[in-house]
Each structure stands twice: as structure tokens, then as C-alpha cells.
């Protein structure tokens, strides 16, 4: 079979990548990146360079697939994020239906189905939307938790601080994702569209609050005085602009954080709660996180 991989070789499209390629598919990775170009045709896959915001391009790329894997990569220079997760879904339902393929799998996220006041995931809310109304196209949304590789961004704070903050508070149950375990699951729904059928699931690995996250980096750390220090919207926001994120972005996360905290982000989440995804707990991710924090 043939598959298109959208997202590079990120934390998801690299295993996905390996294991289509591994099992004898034809597999394509898209990437903006020429540096990739080496490293994918080295697990045995096809590089298409170029931009997720050109419809021509990505529709000339998926022509012929089996079925494609989309997903929205992050901008951090967008005037509307929102708008633009947004506009990046329209592309690809573009592409989709110009190109004729039949099957995707689409990255999402738990909160989807919020389709204002989640930041960047009220925008990929759009892009399941948009792409529920195209016909003769089976879709199916994968809606992730929160991903483990996220934590690697808290490694300088730790370091330097001894702590990790949030505007939301420290016994707050959060939905945690290996990107593997998405990895495994995604591979099953692009080979066999029955496996999880239309429509969206929840893609879970374990579920933590902010204090055990803290207690578990903190033994693998060995900064047993790590702590959760919670922020107000105001303090969040502005330690997100302190540290050089720009106005858009810094008010999108702070909003998800503060859906987060009101408990509307996982409310529809713990309603369907699904069978977690893999063996991968967050404390089996702690070598990962430690070969990082170590180097």
C-alpha cells in the first residue's frame, strides 16, 4: 500500500514512518524541510518538500494513495492561529478530494469539541469539521492527550528554577500520550479504514495530575524539591511573552490552559473514556526524558 505521512519526521511521523515502511509500504513523508530529505529516504521513504499552506503541492503529493496521515504543524508566527490550524484543514479537504483519496487519519486532540476558547485546539476543531463534511471520504480523527514529549520544553525550567508551572491547578487530572502509542494506532487505521471507522477516538497513555508529574521528574531528576506552581491567566501569560513567545501564541495556550482548569477541555474526554492506548506509562517515558535533560 501507499501512504502519505504529513508532519516530517517529528514524534509521531518518524516511528509511523518506520514501522509503514519496515512492513514493505510505500511510504511518502511530507516535509517544508530539504535537511530531511537524507533522513527519510534513509528509513526507506520518499521525500515531498514542500508547504501544508499550498493545496496544489500537497494535492500532487497525495494523488495515488492509499491513504493519507494529516496533521497541523505548529506556527508560531500566525496573526490568527486559530484561523490558520483552520485554513491548513481547508488545504488538505482541498488535496483530499482533488486527489480522490478515499482514507485518512487525522491528528487531533482531546478538546475538539470545543470549537472556541481551547487556543490552537478550538482550531483544530475546524479541521474536523471541515473535513466530517467531505462525502465518500472515510476520516477518522485521532484525538490526543497531552504529549509526554511536551515536558522536554520544562527541562530549563527545572534546571534552573526547580519547578513547572501552569495556570491550572496541581490535582488536576491530565490526559498524558506517548507520540508512539499515537504512532501504533495510527499505523492500524491507515492499513485497515475498518479498524476504527469514521468519526474520532480518544488517544490516552496514562493519566496524571501536575503534582505526580512533579514527584516522577523529580526522582528521575533527582530534584526531589521540584514543584507545581500554579499561575493566573495574567501570570501565565506574561511568563509566556517573558520568555519569547509572541502576543498570539502566548494568549492561545494561556486560554487552553484556562479551559484545562474549568475542566471543559477533557470534560468530553472522561465522558468516552477509551482503553489506554499502549503499555508506554509516564514513567517508562522517564529514560527518554532524562537522556534529554541530561544532554
Given at each position: 500500500?501507499?501512504?502519505?505521512?504529513?508532519?516530517?519526521?517529528?514524534?509521531?511521523?518518524?516511528?509511523?514512518?518506520?514501522?509503514?515502511?519496515?512492513?514493505?509500504?510505500?511510504?511518502?513523508?511530507?516535509?517544508?524541510?530539504?535537511?530531511?530529505?537524507?533522513?527519510?529516504?534513509?528509513?526507506?521513504?520518499?521525500?515531498?518538500?514542500?508547504?501544508?499552506?499550498?493545496?496544489?503541492?500537497?494535492?500532487?503529493?497525495?494523488?495515488?494513495?492509499?491513504?493519507?496521515?494529516?496533521?497541523?504543524?505548529?506556527?508560531?508566527?500566525?496573526?490568527?492561529?486559530?484561523?490558520?490550524?483552520?485554513?491548513?484543514?481547508?488545504?488538505?479537504?482541498?488535496?483530499i478530494k482533488e486527489s480522490g483519496v478515499k482514507h485518512v487519519v487525522n491528528l487531533s486532540?482531546?478538546?475538539?469539541?470545543?470549537?472556541?476558547?481551547?487556543?490552537?485546539?478550538?482550531?483544530?476543531?475546524?479541521?474536523?469539521?471541515a473535513m466530517d463534511e467531505m462525502k465518500g471520504v472515510n476520516v477518522h480523527h485521532l484525538?490526543?492527550?497531552?504529549?509526554?514529549?511536551?515536558?522536554?520544553?520544562?527541562?530549563?525550567?527545572?534546571?534552573?528554577?526547580?519547578?513547572?508551572?501552569?495556570?491550572?491547578?496541581?490535582?488536576?487530572?491530565?490526559?498524558?500520550?506517548?507520540?508512539?502509542?499515537?504512532?501504533?494506532?495510527?499505523?492500524?487505521?491507515?492499513?485497515?479504514?475498518?479498524?476504527?471507522?469514521?468519526?474520532?477516538?480518544?488517544?490516552?497513555?496514562?493519566?496524571?495530575?501536575?503534582?505526580?508529574?512533579?514527584?516522577?521528574?523529580?526522582?528521575?531528576?533527582?530534584?526531589?524539591?521540584?514543584?507545581?506552581?500554579?499561575?493566573?491567566?495574567?501570570?501565565?501569560?506574561?511568563?509566556?511573552?517573558?520568555?519569547?513567545?509572541?502576543?498570539?501564541?502566548?494568549?492561545?495556550?494561556?486560554?487552553?490552559?484556562?479551559?484545562?482548569?474549568?475542566?471543559?477541555?477533557?470534560?468530553?474526554?472522561?465522558?468516552?473514556?477509551?482503553?489506554?492506548?499502549?503499555?508506554?506509562?509516564?514513567?517508562?517515558?522517564?529514560?527518554?526524558?532524562?537522556?534529554?535533560?541530561?544532554?
Amino acid at each position: 500500500m501507499h501512504f502519505v505521512i504529513t508532519g516530517s519526521l517529528g514524534h509521531i511521523g518518524k516511528p509511523l514512518a518506520i514501522q509503514l515502511s519496515k512492513e514493505g509500504h510505500a511510504v511518502t513523508v511530507v516535509s517544508s524541510n530539504t535537511e530531511r530529505i537524507k533522513e527519510i529516504e534513509s528509513i526507506g521513504a520518499k521525500a515531498a518538500i514542500g508547504s501544508v499552506e499550498d493545496p496544489g503541492f500537497l494535492t500532487e503529493t497525495f494523488r495515488g494513495a492509499d491513504a493519507v496521515f494529516t496533521m497541523v504543524p505548529p506556527n508560531m508566527n500566525a496573526a490568527d492561529w486559530k484561523a490558520w490550524i483552520a485554513g491548513i484543514g481547508k488545504n488538505y479537504v482541498a488535496a483530499i478530494k482533488e486527489s480522490g483519496v478515499k482514507h485518512v487519519v487525522n491528528l487531533s486532540s482531546i478538546g475538539a469539541h470545543m470549537v472556541d476558547k481551547c487556543g490552537p485546539v478550538s482550531g483544530l476543531s475546524q479541521v474536523e469539521l471541515a473535513m466530517d463534511e467531505m462525502k465518500g471520504v472515510n476520516v477518522h480523527h485521532l484525538r490526543a492527550g497531552y504529549f509526554y514529549t511536551n515536558f522536554l520544553n520544562s527541562i530549563g525550567q527545572i534546571k534552573n528554577q526547580g519547578i513547572i508551572t501552569g495556570n491550572y491547578m496541581p490535582d488536576l487530572k491530565m490526559v498524558l500520550v506517548h507520540p508512539a502509542d499515537i504512532a501504533d494506532i495510527a499505523a492500524r487505521a491507515l492499513k485497515d479504514e475498518s479498524y476504527l471507522g469514521r468519526g474520532f477516538s480518544y488517544i490516552a497513555s496514562d493519566e496524571k495530575t501536575p503534582a505526580e508529574i512533579v514527584t516522577i521528574l523529580g526522582k528521575a531528576t533527582g530534584r526531589m524539591d521540584l514543584k507545581w506552581v500554579e499561575r493566573t491567566d495574567k501570570e501565565e501569560y506574561d511568563d509566556l511573552i517573558a520568555i519569547g513567545l509572541p502576543e498570539e501564541i502566548a494568549k492561545n495556550y494561556t486560554e487552553m490552559g484556562a479551559a484545562l482548569r474549568s475542566g471543559d477541555m477533557n470534560a468530553d474526554y472522561f465522558r468516552n473514556r477509551p482503553v489506554m492506548a499502549g503499555w508506554r506509562t509516564f514513567d517508562s517515558f522517564m529514560p527518554e526524558f532524562i537522556a534529554t535533560y541530561n544532554a
